[in-house]
C-alpha cells in the first residue's frame, strides 16, 4: 500500500501539471537499462548497505516483485497488478518460467488468469538459449562477465544465441554486453514455475539449478 500510495501520488502531479501546462505527462514504470545500475550506486553511497532495498547491486526494475523471490505467476501478477493504472506512459508485467513447450496448458493458465484481474501488457520470458557448438538449448548460465553455455562453457556470440528480457525489449548479452547492475538482476532472476530449466542436468550426470546459486 505504500509503494502504490507513491505511484498514485506521482500520478496526480502528472495530472495537476498536464492541466495547467497544456502537456500531457505521465508516470513511465520501465526505466532506462542505466538506472537499475546506477540509482542503487547512488543509494549505497549515501545511505549505505540497507537490506532488502541496496544489498544488491541493481534495484528491480519498475513496480515488479523483487527478482530474487520466488512467487507463483498468480501471487506476482496479483501483488503487481493496480501499478499500471496510474503508469500510463508504460508498464509491462512479466513472469519467469522453464521450458513449457511440454506443458502449454500451464502457460495458458497464466494468461487466463491475468487476463481475467486486467493485466494490460504481459511478457512471458521462457528459456530459448542456444548453443551452435554443442547443441544445447535452455538457459545460459550467467557468469561474471556475461553468459555461458553450461554444457561446454561456449560464450563465443558468433556461436551461441542469448535472449534475455532486458526491460520491456528483449536483448543479447552476449552480443551486446550490459552494464552491470542490469547484469546481476539478470542474473538473479528466479523462475516463478517449476520445471527442467533452471534444472538442467549435464552431459556429466550432474544436475545444477542456477538460480538457488544467486538467491
Known sequence: EFALSIVKRMNELCKQWSAVEGYHYSVYSTPAESLTDRFNRMDKEKYGVIEGVTDHDFYTNSFHYPVWLQPTPM???????????????????????????????????????????????????????????????GDFEPTDEGFKCPECGNSDPDKCNVTKRTCGYLGNPVQRPMVHGRHEEISHRVKHMSGETGRVTLADGETREWFEETR
Do not use: M, R
Open 75 to 137: 501471487e506476482k501478477l496479483t501483488f503487481e497488478k493496480d501499478f499500471p493504472y496510474y503508469a500510463s506512459g508504460g508498464f509491462i508485467n512479466y513472469c519467469e518460467y522453464p521450458c513449457l513447450q511440454d506443458n502449454p496448458k500451464a502457460l495458458e493458465a497464466v494468461w487466463d488468469y491475468a487476463y481475467n484481474i486486467g493485466i494490460g501488457y504481459l511478457g512471458t520470458n521462457t528459456p530459448i538459449d542456444h548453443c551452435f557448438v554443442c547443441g544445447f538449448q
